[in-house]
């Protein structure tokens, strides 16, 4: 679908340089159990795409090669690879942090009864989607009935100890807008999610991020059929902050897809948009090469859809970037 998105590569965004790369972002297979309308993906229960067995095996081993601190997880829904909670184990013996990206409801999923202790055992952490507090809001965004499997799986996360202090075991949760508008401030919505979710559900938490949707895939496929990809492109570009480049994701994160291939963000990924080798752009690295070759220092490649990380007060897999230090 994103081949019929206005997106080009010829842009006026400004040029960015990778640092030493610290987060290895790995997309296991685009298969999921639910279908939001603002999925930059394009997932669900009908997609195939998954990661072999072949290229699973790589990523410890770059791990471990090139010394990444976090591993995060992604997808579709990630724990639906067959290889999830192996790759969990070999990353977590290696001492390094692993990020869950998780949709909530996948833990009702047959032979997902146990996933939940399985995260907590492994000490992982779990960032999870909830683009609102209220019922009717999550329902039109992700589905009939999303909102109370959320909260079920919410609060089985909480009596393992997920979001309460002193646990060791953190819950972050994800807000996207309901539509073509940037994210409010995240400090002043976070308190409003944890009032409310305490409130009338007793749930905690530890941190909410706000992201903007990126005008790419189902979400940009959207904002085409409205009449909207326009005027939507032009509020991102209008509210560039050149101070969010200090630390947009793309400087210190590898993206890698279900085939093996390198990209410099999760966005990238969506538009083919590969990490070329050496400048040629018809070409495109493997996860392979991470064992023999070190990326800091080289161009990232940019395009119209990078002044949706910058809008604002910026966006990236850690949410708002406004506040935070630059290096």
């Not at 032979?111 to 209220?134: H, W």
């Not at 793309?250 to 999760?266: A, E, F, M, P, T």
Request: with cysteine; hydrophobic share 35%.
């Amino acid at each position: 679908m994103h081949a019929t998105l206005p997106l080009i590569e010829e842009t006026g965004f400004p040029a960015l340089r990778r640092r030493r790369s610290t987060t290895l972002q790995v997309n296991l297979g685009y298969r999921c159990n639910q279908t939001c309308v603002h999925c930059h993906v394009n997932a669900g229960p009908t997609r195939r795409e998954m990661m072999n067995a072949e290229v699973l095996a790589l990523v410890p081993q770059v791990l471990a090669k090139r010394g990444f601190e976090t591993l995060d997880l992604t997808g579709g829904a990630p724990e639906l690879h067959e290889g999830f909670r192996q790759l969990v184990r070999e990353a977590r013996s290696l001492e390094i942090k692993v990020i869950d990206r998780c949709n909530l409801t996948i833990l009702f999923e047959p032979g997902q009864n146990d996933l939940a202790g399985f995260l907590a055992g492994q000490q992982v952490e779990v960032v999870a989607s909830l683009p609102c507090y209220s019922r009717e809001n999550v329902d039109k965004q992700r589905g009939e009935g999303v909102f109370d499997k959320s909260i079920a799986a919410l609060q089985i996360l909480n009596e393992l100890g997920y979001g309460r202090p002193d646990s060791g075991l953190t819950l972050q949760l994800v807000y996207n807008p309901q539509g073509p508008s940037l994210p409010p401030d995240q400090q002043g919505l976070e308190a409003d999610y944890k009032r409310e979710l305490y409130e009338h559900f007793g749930i905690v938490f530890n941190r909410l991020y706000t992201l903007a949707n990126m005008p790419i895939q189902r979400f940009g496929s959207l904002l085409i059929s409205k009449g909207q990809f326009n005027t939507y492109m032009r509020l991102l570009k209008d509210n560039f902050r050149a101070a969010n480049l200090a630390d947009v994701m793309c400087r210190d994160l590898i993206s890698v897809d279900w085939r093996g291939y390198l990209y410099d963000c999760d966005f990238n990924q969506q538009l083919d948009l590969a990490m070329p080798a050496d400048g040629d752009t018809a070409s495109r690295r493997h996860l392979a090469e991470l064992l023999n070759t070190d990326l800091s220092g080289r161009l990232i490649r940019v395009a119209d859809h990078c002044y949706g990380c910058t809008a604002g007060q910026g966006s990236s897999c850690s949410g708002a970037l406004q506040g935070e230090t630059g290096a």
